[in-house]
């Protein structure tokens, strides 16, 4: 099946920097790539997704791109703000009904 | 309407309690998923129903059963639970196609006692 790593598992930056999480994944068949952001005690809400025909998508201040020869993807905010502060997983899925997480990015960002 | 409906949102429960968690999507989606999820941890998956069908069933324990009586509901029976049972219980659903993403419930947050 898939495996999907993610770095770092924890992240600092200061109010306005730029942050960066990366994801790997092991099977060429993944074809769609969501972002999730989760704070605490909340349910996982979709920030922004990509399919394997995109090398790169961007919502305002969020921008996600895909490298799929490497099979690598990252997700890219910049200005930060301390209301990104969260969790955030990578996924992946192919065929089938499976979505495969990364382990999470905790985020925090200092005001 | 992007929403999937949870009940209850808390639960306490004995080791020895049957319980059912509730989940509702009135979204046509045809997956429809349990996850576990522990604090700072990705959800993981229990189980998913594609067309009213257990597709996948993990090597989840069987004080765990699920149930989806159509195509808008999923529910997941409790019984004789461990503490370690504890967690947050995900819903969620989606298109029955590769290149859509999945919707999450509010969750259930259980503790067993």
């Known amino acids: 099946g898939e495996n999907v790593e993610q770095h770092p598992s924890t992240l600092s930056v200061q109010e306005g920097d730029s942050a960066v999480i990366k994801c790997t994944y092991s099977d060429s068949a993944s074809n769609y790539f969501p972002w999730y952001k989760q704070e605490l005690g909340k349910r996982p809400q979709l920030i922004i997704d990509i399919r394997s025909n995109v090398g790169e998508k961007k919502d305002q201040r969020i921008a996600v791109t895909l490298n799929k020869t490497a099979k690598h993807f990252s997700l890219h905010i910049t200005e930060t703000q301390p209301e990104d502060s969260a969790v955030y997983f990578c996924?992946?899925?192919?065929?089938?009904?499976?979505?495969?997480f990364g382990t999470g990015t905790s985020l925090t960002v200092i005001p | 309407d992007t929403e999937v409906t949870q009940t209850p949102k808390h639960l306490v429960m004995g080791m020895t309690n049957k319980k059912s968690l509730k989940c509702e999507q009135h979204?046509?989606?045809?997956?429809m998923y349990w996850y576990k999820q522990k604090a700072k941890k990705p959800p993981e998956l229990m189980f998913v129903?594609?067309?009213?069908?257990?597709?996948i069933n993990e090597s989840v324990p069987s004080r765990f059963s699920p149930e989806c009586p159509n195509s808008s509901l999923l529910n997941l029976h409790l019984h004789a639970l461990q503490p370690e049972d504890s967690a947050l219980y995900l819903c969620?659903?989606?298109?029955?196609?590769?290149?859509?993403?999945?919707?999450f419930g509010p969750g259930t947050r259980l503790l067993v006692l």
């Open positions: 979204m046509g989606h045809r997956a």
């Open positions: 969620a659903s989606s298109q029955d196609r590769a290149v859509e993403t999945q919707y």
């Open positions: 129903y594609s067309y009213e069908k257990l597709s």
């Open positions: 996924a992946a899925r192919h065929t089938g009904n499976q979505f495969y």
